[in-house]
């Protein structure tokens, strides 16, 4: 199934001038966590601090510090905190393009698009108990020491490393996916685009079980296997996470955030915004700020 533009991130990783970008992850510090989403391009994690619960596609799993994670295009990820653990992570998304996905040679047929169609997965945490880990560990610092260096001649290097790095993957980290099994993310996969696209309405489990042509039950059943919550709560982080975009990026009045959010009551809003992030809307606003 190719995912509908609603789900996919508004927001623009690459251009053809500069086909990747760079972003740093500190959960629940700056966010509450990461919620389900796609874009088109790769994603490249390194975990720096602490530990948290990654869900790639259907398979959900804890990465740590030191582990590295590849998400191929396409695929719904999200990333949510273990209880008294911080999650601090790097994030490069890249084009395709910048590995050659566009050619037609025998190793971009033989050994990138099965990645990008998802026919073969990659390893969820690669870890020290990898077999090529220190190899791989060396491949991702280098390349996000190009990243960090932000100059057209280190963009060559960084294609080059990329292009490394999948060999090296290539040889330990992949296996063929059994095309048989259920894959409930997709199953969900309209109600998640629904949510999205809809934070300012009034969303129930109803709604979101036709949207999806599921019993009330077995959705239920479907989102909590593919999300690790139950909907609603999914639902609730979304908007909170949307709601604390617009604290730091807007000047707009709380309350006016709140509607634009999907809450018709402030006070509930408050006391939303606070059970989830530590702190008041207007506490969180003035940090950011600061």
């Known amino acids: 199934m190719i995912p509908s533009r609603e789900t996919k991130e508004n927001r623009q990783h690459s251009t053809p001038l500069i086909p990747y970008s760079y972003y740093s992850v500190n959960i629940p510090e700056s966010l509450n966590n990461v919620p389900m989403h796609w874009h088109s391009e790769f994603e490249l994690n390194r975990i720096l601090r602490g530990a948290g619960e990654f869900i790639c596609g259907d398979e959900r799993f804890t990465a740590k510090e030191g582990e590295v994670l590849l998400i191929p295009p396409n695929m719904l990820h999200a990333a949510y905190p273990l209880e008294n653990h911080e999650l601090v992570y790097q994030v490069l998304v890249f084009h395709p393009a910048m590995i050659g996905a566009n050619t037609n040679d025998r190793c971009t047929i033989e050994c990138i698009r099965p990645i990008i169609n998802g026919s073969v997965q990659v390893s969820n945490a690669i870890g020290p108990e990898s077999q090529k880990y220190d190899e ?29 790095l999948f060999w090296l993957l290539d040889q330990t980290e992949l296996s063929t996916i059994d095309d048989t099994s259920i894959s409930y993310t997709e199953i969900i996969r309209p109600a998640l685009e629904y949510m999205t696209k809809n934070l300012q309405e009034t969303i129930t489990i109803d709604r979101l079980a036709d949207l999806s042509h599921l019993s009330k039950s077995y959705f239920m059943s479907c ?68």
Do not use: W
């Not at 791989?136 to 490394?164: A, H, M, T, W």
């Open 223 to 290: 989102f909590k296997k593919a999300v690790g919550m139950g909907a609603i709560e999914h639902l609730t982080h979304l908007r909170i996470n949307a709601a604390c975009d617009a604290l730091s990026d807007t000047n707009k009045i709380i309350s006016e955030i709140a509607f634009s959010c999907g809450y018709s009551n402030l006070s509930n809003f408050n006391r939303q915004f606070k059970q989830i992030m530590g702190c008041s809307p207007k506490e969180y606003r003035k940090r950011k700020a600061s």
């Open 136 to 164: 791989i560990k060396s491949s991702v610092d280098c390349i996000f020491s190009c990243v960090y260096g932000n100059l057209p001649q280190l963009d060559l290097l960084l294609k080059s490393e990329l292009l490394r």
